[in-house]
Each structure stands twice: as C-alpha cells, then as structure tokens.
C-alpha cells in the first residue's frame, strides 16, 4: 500500500502539524521498541521518525527503519492512528502506525546521538516502559491478538 502525501505538515498560522510514521514489528512474539536519550531523560517508541516532503508514508518508514536500525523491512497495512496534541500547544504530532515485518540486515543502533538502545519486548514487559505517545495498553492488546481501533484519538503523556 503505497500512501504519498505530499503537505506533509498542515499548517495552521506559525504552527505546523507534524507526521510521524512508525513500525509494529513482532518477532516471535515480541515486539520491536527502539530508546532515545534526551535531556538525561530515556523513552521508548516504535521506530520510526518524521517524512520528508515528496515521500511517502512507507518510503519514509523504510528509510527510518534503515536509519535507526540498518534494517530493511516490508511495510504492510496502517494498524493504528493518533494525535499526539501538548496541551501548552507546543507540538502536535500525527502518528501513523504500519505492521512491518523483517526483511534483511543486522540490528544495529544507527548513528542518531538520540538513540540510546533497542530491543524486543513481551507482553509483559510492556505496560512498565516510558513509551512516547503513550500507547501501552494499544501495543499489549496487539500482543494478545486483539483489533485495536484504528483512530485511537488524542494521546499526549503529561
């Protein structure tokens, strides 16, 4: 499935709306989470990262993908959509959630001074991580083999 958009930011005045694609990646059930370190401060996320303008949703999460990871992975069907909106209105991020699967390469943190660390994670282990947007629950239901809605709304951990 090969989504472009094109605007990739919608403006609004001064502020901008940011897209973010991202990666569910599951292997033997356990899924991918990638760490970054800001400000002293670890957070997990799906990998992934903003687009460039011109490229498409699953270009851009390929290209993530071999950036964070140098990896290659098949982007599959959206699984999940969400706003993540500061309520000060400092940001507003629209996340966009694809089922990827592994293609080839070795696993390697990428050269980003924010990533911090990588790895898989069960079920379990899950709900306890600092996960940016706040999605554990969403990710856990995933893991049990549950539909998760495809808008999961506002989302934006104080």
């Given at each position: 499935?090969?989504?472009?958009?094109?605007?990739?930011?919608?403006?609004?005045?001064?502020?901008?709306?940011?897209?973010?694609?991202?990666?569910?990646?599951?292997?033997?059930?356990?899924?991918?989470?990638?760490?970054?370190?800001?400000?002293?401060?670890?957070?997990?996320?799906?990998?992934?990262?903003?687009?460039?303008?011109?490229?498409?949703?699953?270009?851009?999460?390929?290209?993530?993908?071999?950036?964070?990871?140098?990896?290659?992975?098949?982007?599959?069907?959206?699984?999940?959509?969400?706003?993540?909106?500061?309520?000060?209105?400092?940001?507003?991020?629209?996340?966009?959630?694809?089922?990827?699967?592994?293609r080839e390469g070795e696993y390697l943190l990428g050269r980003d001074r924010r990533l911090y660390d990588f790895g898989f994670f069960k079920k379990e282990e899950i709900p306890d991580k600092l996960l940016y947007p706040p999605i554990n629950?969403?990710?856990?239901?995933?893991?049990?083999?549950?539909?998760?809605?495809?808008?999961?709304?506002?989302?934006?951990?104080?």
């Amino acid at each position: 499935m090969e989504i472009l958009l094109f605007d990739f930011f919608i403006n609004h005045g001064s502020r901008r709306v940011r897209v973010r694609v991202s990666g569910l990646l599951i292997e033997h059930d356990a899924l991918l989470l990638i760490a970054h370190k800001k400000r002293g401060k670890v957070y997990w996320l799906l990998p992934g990262g903003g687009m460039n303008y011109g490229e498409s949703m699953t270009r851009a999460l390929e290209r993530e993908f071999r950036e964070e990871l140098g990896v290659t992975v098949n982007v599959h069907d959206p699984m999940f959509i969400g706003d993540s909106i500061d309520p000060r209105g400092r940001r507003h991020i629209l996340n966009v959630t694809f089922r990827c699967t592994y293609r080839e390469g070795e696993y390697l943190l990428g050269r980003d001074r924010r990533l911090y660390d990588f790895g898989f994670f069960k079920k379990e282990e899950i709900p306890d991580k600092l996960l940016y947007p706040p999605i554990n629950s969403t990710l856990v239901s995933i893991l049990n083999n549950k539909k998760s809605e495809l808008y999961l709304g506002s989302l934006w951990l104080v």
